[in-house]
Nanobody, 117 residues
Framework: VQLQASGGGLVQAGGSLRLSCAAP???????????MGWYRQALGKERELVAD???????NYAESVKGRFTISRDNAKKMVYLQMNNLKPEDTAVYYC?????????WGQGTQVTVSS
């Protein structure tokens, strides 16, 4: 699955951003068979799961973002979104889109999110 992430930027603490991830070259049935997720990697730290969502809409969030971030997907458009509200400086990281199934795990290019205090 080829993934294209966008929507990062610079925002003040308390602000919002919406990340998007597209899979335009992927067959819809293949996209739908994948669990889609957003991960992030801060400078000097390991990559961590932020949130993921199944085809049916079941979601899973990191404790640090619960209540602030919302992941969603549009299977017909082959899109995944991450709405990020009440951003904090500790949310600063490169955010990556991921698609995984039983056989593979594919990554998009990262998009930088910087939250100033």
């Amino acid at each position: 699955v080829q993934l294209q992430a966008s929507g990062g930027g610079l925002v003040q603490a308390g602000g919002s951003l919406r990340l998007s991830c597209a899979a335009p070259r992927t067959i819809t049935s293949v996209f739908n068979s994948n669990v889609m997720g957003w991960y992030r990697q801060a400078l000097g730290k390991e990559r961590e799961l932020v949130a993921d969502i199944t085809r049916g809409g079941y979601t899973n969030y990191a404790e640090s973002v619960k209540g602030r971030f919302t992941i969603s997907r549009d299977n017909a458009k082959k899109m995944v979104y991450l709405q990020m509200n009440n951003l904090k400086p500790e949310d600063t990281a490169v955010y990556y889109c991921n698609a995984r199934d039983s056989r593979s795990s594919d990554w998009g290019q990262g998009t930088q999110v910087t939250v100033s205090s």
